[in-house]
């Protein structure tokens, strides 16, 4: 499965930016989607991510801040980031699971390219 990310850029504190994540390949389902970001000199660490019936956790300097969605039609998923931070500046990778559509099924758990993100004070 492929996933294509984009939306990143250049934001002043207190912005917002919308990331876009879609999802190409052969897929009997795609279970979960999900944000990861990677500041320089840190883990990557789970932003958010939601299931195909819309259930969605956040990692908790995120909540109240960012709202992940999910269009399952287009398999794609969505980040909008409001109230943005410095801190939230880091590389964000979009992740999906779910079963392949191609036999032998498979259980696959990929990663798109990641999208900066940078927040300036």
């Known amino acids: 499965v492929q996933l294509q990310a984009s939306g990143g850029g250049l934001v002043e504190a207190g912005g917002s930016l919308r990331l876009s994540c879609a999802a190409s390949?052969?897929?009997?389902?795609?279970?979960?989607m999900g944000w990861y970001r990677q500041a320089p000199g840190k883990q990557r660490e789970v932003v958010a991510r939601i299931t195909t019936g819309g259930s969605t956790n956040y990692a908790d300097s995120v909540k109240g801040r960012f709202t992940i969605s999910r269009d399952n039609a287009k398999n794609t998923a969505y980040l909008l980031m409001n109230s943005l931070k410095p801190e939230d500046t880091a590389v964000y990778y979009c992740?999906?699971?779910?079963?392949?559509?191609?036999?032998?099924?498979?259980?696959?758990?990929?990663w798109g390219q990641g999208t900066l993100v940078t927040v300036s004070s």
């Open positions: 992740n999906a699971a779910g079963y392949s559509g191609s036999y032998p099924r498979r259980w696959f758990n990929d």
């Open positions: 390949g052969s897929m009997l389902s795609l279970n979960e």
